[in-house]
């Protein structure tokens, strides 16, 4: 066979052959990219680089607790709500999902059965050293998704301690927002105007999440009213005020609760979650801010005024 001929052939049989493979695989790499789980202890080793890809590099952390809701709800209420909403988020648009986490901050319900409160020094290394453990594996913009009214202080101040030390990575709290429209749609379904653990709203969310554990028939068995111990002090914070104002760890009448304004609240929370993600997964102003900012904290004497 002359050489020109040889090499007709084998540009055929590659043709017939190899090309063929190559799009074989390339098509079960798109199958296996758009079937990866939304769930990071779902995903295989294998699978993990592609997740972090296809999220952009983004993983939630959905942050509940382990507290008393009352008679009537359980006591992980935040952590079930709050993962019902990242991962409903994740399946609109495709980030990675972290595992239950409940090392919150609730030192004010110990007195409470089937509280777990940490100490301030575990919740605060645990959640470093998870976004510290994010970020070696590839996730540099990680969003918390908080759940739980007692971690608002703590969480806030986690992100802002992210300045201390040079990092390749961000976090952000993810803050949702009432909108005009699903609020005055709440306020007309809604038959208590007080509350806020365990009361009228959080139970319809839980009517959502998981109705199986909701026990409406208990939730008057308490009572959710604010006593109102300190309201006498003026110009004070106290970290005694929940335990002054509510030391039955109720607040408002669950018993009113609806599925309706359940999936009000829950669907505004996702829209605006996935919202965020979109934006995040090709937004690197954060990053490129964090950069610039670390290098003049550096050289602050050389730093533009």
């Known amino acids: 066979m002359k050489q020109k001929h040889f090499i007709v052939y084998v540009i055929l049989l590659a043709t017939l052959f190899v090309l063929p493979a190559v799009n074989i695989f390339s098509q079960e790499r798109t199958e296996l990219s758009s079937n990866l789980p939304i769930k990071y202890e779902e995903l295989r080793a294998p699978d993990f680089t592609n997740a972090v890809d296809k999220s952009g590099s983004t993983c939630l952390i959905p942050i509940g607790v382990l507290e008393k809701h009352g008679p009537h709800l359980p006591l992980g209420t935040d952590m079930l709500d709050v993962r019902e909403v990242a991962l409903s988020a994740a399946k609109k648009e495709y980030t990675i999902v972290f595992p239950e986490y409940y090392f919150s901050q609730i030192l004010e319900a110990k007195h409470q059965p089937g509280t777990i409160a940490y100490s301030p020094q575990l919740i605060w290394n645990v959640l470093q050293e998870t976004c510290d453990e994010l970020a070696r594996n590839g996730i540099k913009k990680i969003i918390l998704v908080n759940g739980h009214g007692g971690n608002n202080s703590f969480l806030a101040y986690f992100c802002q301690a992210q300045l201390d030390k040079r990092k390749d990575y961000f976090v952000v709290l993810f803050r949702p ?16 105007t007080t509350g806020g653990h365990a009361g009228e709203m959080e139970t319809s969310m839980m009517l959502v999440s998981r109705p199986d554990l909701v026990h409406m028939d208990r939730a ?11 309201e006498h002090l003026s110009y004070t914070y106290t970290g005694i005020w929940w335990y002054a104002q509510y030391p039955n760890h109720y607040a408002g009448d669950g018993s009113y609760a609806s599925r309706e304004i359940g999936e009000l609240l829950i669907n505004s929370q996702v829209d605006q979650l996935v919202e965020l993600i979109k934006i995040l997964k090709t937004d690197d102003s954060i990053l490129e801010l964090q950069d610039r900012f670390f290098n003049e904290t550096e050289k602050p004497l050389e730093t533009k005024q």
């Open 177 to 192: 927002e009432s909108g005009p429209v699903v609020a005055e749609k709440v306020k007309k379904l809604r038959k208590t």
């Open 220 to 230: 008057k068995e308490q009572s959710g009213e604010d006593l109102k111990r300190l």
